[in-house]
């Protein structure tokens, strides 16, 4: 199992990043995808997950409205569109999948929101 995000980088607050998470090494489509974020002294922490045919999305409290989780399953990559981002938001964001009680976590993308 391989992930791998990419798409980070530095946007001035109120602007907006596109993440993706490009997945390869099992069936992407039979398993749900989350997207977790670490900013720097805080736990890790769960921003967005989508099921495994996309239809159901849900959404830490402090991204709903501003966040949209997304998947390709022809393309086998789950998307994390970011707007009206905020400083809080600088982090380095994270995909993760679990195939029965195992975790794969990908290498981490740094988004900086700062002017």
């Known amino acids: 199992v391989q992930l791998v995000e990419s798409g980070g980088g530095l946007v001035q607050p109120g602007g907006s990043l596109r993440l993706s998470c490009a997945a390869s090494g099992f069936t992407f489509s039979n398993y749900a995808m989350s997207w977790y974020r670490q900013a720097p002294g805080k736990e890790r922490e769960l921003v967005a997950t989508v099921t495994a045919a996309g239809g159901t999305t849900n959404y830490a409290d402090s991204v709903k409205g501003r966040f949209t989780i997304s998947r390709d399953n022809a393309k086998n990559t789950v998307y994390l569109q970011m707007n009206s981002l905020k400083p809080e938001d600088t982090a380095v964001y994270y995909c993760?999948?679990?195939?029965?009680?195992?975790?794969?976590w990908g290498q981490g993308a740094q988004v900086t929101v700062s002017s």
């Open positions: 993760r999948t679990m195939r029965g009680f195992k975790v794969y």
